[in-house]
Structures are given as C-alpha cells and as structure tokens.
C-alpha cells in the first residue's frame, strides 16, 4: 500500500481530494459528512465505515477507500499553486452564499481572480451558441446597464449570447464571472483566451471541475447548475428550445430564483 496522507491533513485538501473522485458528489459527501463529520475522516474512513453511511454502496466506498491510487492529490495541489488560482469550499466565506443555499452547491469552486460579497446581486445572462446580431446586441446592452448599477453579470463563457453578457459587463467597468464546464486551465472556446483573462483581472473565473477535465455532454449541465445556483434571476436573452440556456432556466426555477426573457424583437 502507498503511504497513508497523515491524519493532519487540512479540511481542504480533503475536499480537492473528494472533488477528484468518480461517482462521488455534492449530495454523496454531504451525507458522508453529516456521518463522519469532517472531510478527512471521510478519507480515513475504511470500506465497512463508509457502507453504513445511507446513498454509500460498494462501488462508492470501494472509490473512497481507494482514493489515493484512484487520483493524484499532490499533483492537483501543485497545479492550483502553479495556475495561480485557489480553491473555495462552503466553509470559506467567499463561498457565493446564494450556491451554498442549492440543493446540490459544488464540492469546491476553482477561482481565478476574486469573488466578492457585492456578488450577492448577481444576475445570469444566459442564451445560445447560435445567435442573432439583435441577440448579441442586447445581451451586451442588458449586462452594461447591469453592471454599471453595481450587479454581478454571471455567465458561462461560451460563445455567443455569453460571450456578448461578459463583454457588456466590462464594457460598463462592473464585475462579471464566468463559470466554466470545464478545468479551469482550459480556455474553451480558445477564440476567448484574453475575454476570460480580463473577466479575473475584474471579477471571476470559476468552475467545480478538477484541472485537465475537458467538456463532455454532462459537464455543461453541471455548470448551468451554477449559473443558476449563484444568481438572484436569471435572464435568457436568446435560445432555441434545444439550448443549454434553457436547462439553465429550469435549474432556476427549481431552486425559487426569478426567470425573465428577453421578448423578440
């Protein structure tokens, strides 16, 4: 067996740590807590421990026993102090307090640059990929006037309508944060390499997932999660009925946050 991480280590680490394991998440290791009580007592925890927690079955706890085969903690720690980003977990005050109120709020949140408690007032801007100059135009219009007034403009950073709401905040000099469906060291779409260096000169760059994680079909639902999750409303500017702008409207209805669209012309 390899060597056992020491009974020291930080509440944090353990949930990077859990973070990084499969089939592992926000519901699972709330229940793990509320059965151990803290992070690392869930990582120390052996196989019979873990499978009398409720939602824990074997292929779980075989992961949870397993961790330090299974992922590579170190090597994820050195990358976060490497990308010059840090990890926020609920026990950290910067943790978006509306997210934290959601029925599944993320494990760990990567940040790059800053999350702040005027970020309270934040609105999602949120449509599709495939847009209409009208679209692009008053997606930008709408996160100017937003974020000139001092609310946060959160949007996933992809392109189109997303990409004209981080614009339009910036625009107006206000904050604005892009929560990605992928690692934090990747840049997807890579045309908006320098928009989401300027989004965490200002605001903030986050996402759940660990470092090196590419989007898939599940990813970008997760993410949506979070647009919704850390938001007062959420505004859908354009979408077509197959768009992920939509699932994002759904997750904010069911979490009683307000949702608006933005009529055609």
Sequence with gaps: RPIRYPKCMTSKEAFIALNLIEHVGPVRVRQLLDHFGDAPSILHANKQQLQQVRGIGEDTANSICGWEHGTDLSGELKRIADYGCYVLTQEDAEYPELLRQIYDPPIVLYVKGTLSAQDKNSVALVGSRQTTSYGVETARKLA??????????????????????HQGALAAKGRTVAVLGTGINFVFPPENAELFERISASGAVVTQFPFNRPADKQTFPIRNRIVAGMTLGTVVVEANLSSGALITANFATDYGRQVFAVPGR
């Excluded at 950073?157 to 709401?165: E, K, L, P, Q, V």
């Design 144 to 165: 100017y006037q937003l974020a000139y007034v001092g609310v946060t403009v959160v949007s996933g950073g992809a392109r189109g309508i997303d990409t004209a709401a």
